[in-house]
């Protein structure tokens, strides 16, 4: 079975920085005979789940929403199984859970949860003023 699991969540004060952690596990060629791509989403209280990047593990290809745009750089370490989210200049708006989730290669640049066939347990990311 396919496993994710972040970490590097936490409290930072605005301005401040923080770098997320999605490590993958089980895949299987069943599972994403071509590949796969891996998102990052985030939901904060009473907001619906918004994409936030995605990496396309094949060829490296990254996606932002605009309002992370600058921000926040989306990377991959292929041979750890590992995608991580770098966040600069964080603000209290970006507060939230934090997921990241496992699709089919083809999915690559989509930043709609229902794409998305395996998640992971969340990870909190709190930004004071």
């Known amino acids: 079975e396919v496993q994710l699991v972040e970490s590097g969540g936490g409290l930072v004060q605005a301005g401040g920085s923080l770098r997320l952690s999605c490590a993958a596990s089980g895949f299987t060629f069943d599972d994403y005979p071509i590949g796969y791509t891996i998102g990052w989403f985030r939901q904060a209280p009473g907001k619906e789940r918004e994409g936030v990047s995605c990496i396309s593990i094949s060829d490296g290809s990254a996606y932002y929403a605009n309002s992370v745009k600058g921000r926040f750089t989306i990377s991959s370490d292929n041979a750890k199984l590992t995608v991580y989210l770098q966040m600069n200049s964080l603000k209290p708006e970006d507060t939230a859970v934090y997921y990241c989730?496992?699709?089919?290669?083809?999915?690559?640049?989509?930043?709609?949860?229902?794409?998305?066939?395996?998640w992971g347990q969340g990870t909190q990311v709190t930004v004071s003023s």
């Open positions: 989730a496992a699709a089919q290669d083809w999915v690559a640049g989509s930043l709609w949860a229902y794409e998305y066939d395996y």
